[in-house]
């Protein structure tokens, strides 16, 4: 199984850029799908999750900017990011867990400028 991320580039604060993460391979038993994001010099953060359910969670930081959303065959993993500011600047890193695997992508790098 490979995830590969896409999508960031450098853009100003109030701009917007949506991330893809295209999962190659089969898999069964998915339990979420999500982006996480590191900053230089800090750990690496959930941003937002989306459940086989359907159901999404987002951190707070993000939450009524970003929306985590997924095509109908769960092989593309989709993040909208609305009015970025200056702390979105990270690489962010598509996740894949299931049941009895986790599996992540190689990042994406989001610069925002103020």
């Known amino acids: 199984v490979q995830l590969q991320a896409s999508g960031g580039g450098l853009v100003e604060a109030g701009g917007s850029l949506r991330l893809s993460c295209a999962r190659s391979g089969r898999v069964w038993n998915i339990n979420s799908m999500g982006w996480y994001r590191q900053a230089p010099g800090k750990l690496r953060e959930l941003v937002a999750l989306i459940t086989s359910g359907g159901t999404t969670n987002y951190a707070d930081s993000v939450k009524g900017r970003f929306t985590i959303s997924r095509d109908s065959t769960e092989n593309t993993l989709y993040l909208q990011m609305n009015s970025l500011k200056p702390e979105d600047t990270a690489v962010y890193y598509c996740?894949?867990?299931?049941?009895?695997?986790?599996?992540w992508g190689q990042g994406t790098l989001v610069t925002v400028s103020s």
């Open positions: 996740n894949l867990q299931l049941i009895t695997a986790n599996y």
